[in-house]
Protein backbone atom coordinates (compact mmCIF):
# COMPACT_ATOMS: atom_id res chain seq x y z
CA UNK A 1 0.00 0.00 0.00
CA UNK A 2 0.94 3.32 -0.82
CA UNK A 3 1.14 5.85 2.29
CA UNK A 4 1.89 9.25 2.76
CA UNK A 5 3.32 10.68 6.32
CA UNK A 6 2.83 14.36 6.55
CA UNK A 7 6.08 15.65 8.69
CA UNK A 8 9.49 14.58 9.57
CA UNK A 9 9.39 14.76 13.29
CA UNK A 10 9.71 11.78 15.23
CA UNK A 11 5.94 10.75 14.81
CA UNK A 12 6.66 11.23 10.98
CA UNK A 13 9.63 9.60 11.00
CA UNK A 14 8.61 6.48 13.63
CA UNK A 15 5.57 6.03 11.47
CA UNK A 16 7.74 5.86 8.70
CA UNK A 17 9.83 3.37 10.08
CA UNK A 18 7.46 1.31 11.36
CA UNK A 19 5.63 0.89 8.10
CA UNK A 20 9.16 0.38 5.94
CA UNK A 21 8.78 -2.66 5.45
CA UNK A 22 5.44 -3.56 4.64
CA UNK A 23 4.44 -0.65 2.67
CA UNK A 24 6.10 1.78 -0.23
CA UNK A 25 5.95 5.43 1.74
CA UNK A 26 6.47 8.81 1.26
CA UNK A 27 7.41 11.26 3.79
CA UNK A 28 6.54 14.90 3.02
CA UNK A 29 8.31 17.59 4.87
CA UNK A 30 7.36 21.51 4.75
CA UNK A 31 10.90 22.84 6.43
CA UNK A 32 13.98 22.24 4.81
CA UNK A 33 15.18 19.88 7.23
CA UNK A 34 14.18 17.12 8.77
CA UNK A 35 13.36 15.97 12.61
CA UNK A 36 10.33 18.60 13.30
CA UNK A 37 11.49 20.06 16.45
CA UNK A 38 14.52 18.47 16.71
CA UNK A 39 17.04 20.92 14.79
CA UNK A 40 20.48 21.15 15.22
CA UNK A 41 22.48 23.82 14.02
CA UNK A 42 26.21 24.60 13.92
CA UNK A 43 27.55 28.21 15.23
CA UNK A 44 30.82 29.24 14.93
CA UNK A 45 32.20 30.06 18.30
CA UNK A 46 36.03 30.62 19.61
CA UNK A 47 36.69 26.67 20.72
CA UNK A 48 35.37 25.89 17.24
CA UNK A 49 32.20 24.99 16.00
CA UNK A 50 29.18 23.96 18.78
CA UNK A 51 25.81 22.10 17.59
CA UNK A 52 23.34 24.17 19.20
CA UNK A 53 19.98 22.10 19.21
CA UNK A 54 16.97 24.61 18.95
CA UNK A 55 14.01 22.97 19.28
CA UNK A 56 14.55 20.00 21.13
CA UNK A 57 13.36 20.44 24.92
CA UNK A 58 14.04 17.39 26.58
CA UNK A 59 13.75 13.48 26.33
CA UNK A 60 13.64 11.37 29.06
CA UNK A 61 11.99 7.37 28.97
CA UNK A 62 8.98 8.42 31.15
CA UNK A 63 8.20 11.19 28.98
CA UNK A 64 8.43 8.96 25.73
CA UNK A 65 8.38 5.17 26.41
CA UNK A 66 7.98 4.59 22.93
CA UNK A 67 10.84 6.42 21.38
CA UNK A 68 12.78 4.66 24.07
CA UNK A 69 11.70 1.62 22.25
CA UNK A 70 12.09 2.76 18.65
CA UNK A 71 15.81 3.75 19.87
CA UNK A 72 16.67 0.32 21.50
CA UNK A 73 15.18 -1.26 18.34
CA UNK A 74 17.11 0.69 15.81
CA UNK A 75 20.32 -0.08 18.05
CA UNK A 76 20.67 4.07 18.88
CA UNK A 77 22.30 4.88 22.60
CA UNK A 78 20.81 7.81 24.57
CA UNK A 79 21.66 8.62 28.18
CA UNK A 80 19.24 9.75 30.57
CA UNK A 81 18.67 13.44 31.43
CA UNK A 82 17.95 15.39 34.18
CA UNK A 83 14.60 17.91 33.50
CA UNK A 84 13.63 20.96 35.27
CA UNK A 85 11.53 23.64 34.32
CA UNK A 86 11.48 27.59 35.44
CA UNK A 87 9.84 30.44 34.00
CA UNK A 88 10.43 34.34 34.68
CA UNK A 89 7.69 37.18 33.85
CA UNK A 90 9.26 40.71 34.10
CA UNK A 91 5.84 41.94 33.50
CA UNK A 92 4.69 41.12 37.06
CA UNK A 93 8.41 40.50 38.50
CA UNK A 94 7.84 36.51 38.84
CA UNK A 95 10.44 33.60 38.70
CA UNK A 96 9.33 29.73 39.38
CA UNK A 97 11.14 26.73 39.34
CA UNK A 98 9.76 24.06 41.50
CA UNK A 99 12.77 21.66 41.36
CA UNK A 100 13.18 22.36 45.57
CA UNK A 101 12.01 25.11 48.23
CA UNK A 102 15.22 26.79 47.71
CA UNK A 103 15.02 27.30 43.93
CA UNK A 104 10.93 27.85 44.56
CA UNK A 105 11.76 30.74 46.65
CA UNK A 106 14.67 32.28 45.01
CA UNK A 107 13.05 35.46 45.12
CA UNK A 108 12.63 35.39 48.84
CA UNK A 109 10.14 38.13 48.89
CA UNK A 110 7.85 35.81 47.52
CA UNK A 111 7.34 33.17 50.89
CA UNK A 112 5.51 36.88 51.63
CA UNK A 113 4.18 37.61 48.48
CA UNK A 114 0.21 36.38 48.26
CA UNK A 115 0.61 36.18 44.45
CA UNK A 116 3.16 33.79 44.62
CA UNK A 117 1.70 31.46 47.65
CA UNK A 118 -1.74 31.17 45.64
CA UNK A 119 0.23 30.67 42.44
CA UNK A 120 2.28 27.64 44.77
CA UNK A 121 -1.20 26.54 46.36
CA UNK A 122 -2.98 26.64 42.82
CA UNK A 123 -0.13 24.06 41.71
CA UNK A 124 -0.34 21.60 44.37
CA UNK A 125 -4.15 21.68 44.04
CA UNK A 126 -3.75 20.60 40.74
CA UNK A 127 -1.59 17.85 41.16
CA UNK A 128 -3.99 16.66 43.34
CA UNK A 129 -7.28 16.89 41.35
CA UNK A 130 -5.39 16.28 37.58
CA UNK A 131 -5.13 12.08 38.58
CA UNK A 132 -8.61 12.17 39.86
CA UNK A 133 -9.75 13.90 36.30
CA UNK A 134 -8.19 11.72 34.27
CA UNK A 135 -9.28 8.46 36.38
CA UNK A 136 -12.44 9.44 35.82
CA UNK A 137 -12.88 9.85 32.43
CA UNK A 138 -14.03 12.86 31.69
CA UNK A 139 -14.81 13.65 28.04
CA UNK A 140 -14.74 17.13 26.60
CA UNK A 141 -13.37 18.79 29.58
CA UNK A 142 -11.99 21.88 28.21
CA UNK A 143 -8.99 24.18 30.38
CA UNK A 144 -11.24 26.97 30.72
CA UNK A 145 -14.16 24.59 32.06
CA UNK A 146 -11.55 23.42 35.16
CA UNK A 147 -10.15 26.68 35.59
CA UNK A 148 -13.37 27.91 36.66
Given at each position: ???????S???????????????????????????????????????????????????????????????????????????????????????????????????????????????????????????R????????????????
Amino acid sequence: MKIAIVGSGIAGNTAAWLLRDQHDITVFESADYVGGHTNTVDVDSSAGPLAVDTGFIVFNDRTYPEFSRLLGAIGQPWQPSVMSFSVRNDDIDLEYNGASLNTLFAQRRNVARPLFIRMVRDILRFNQEAPRLLRRGEQGLTVGDYLQ
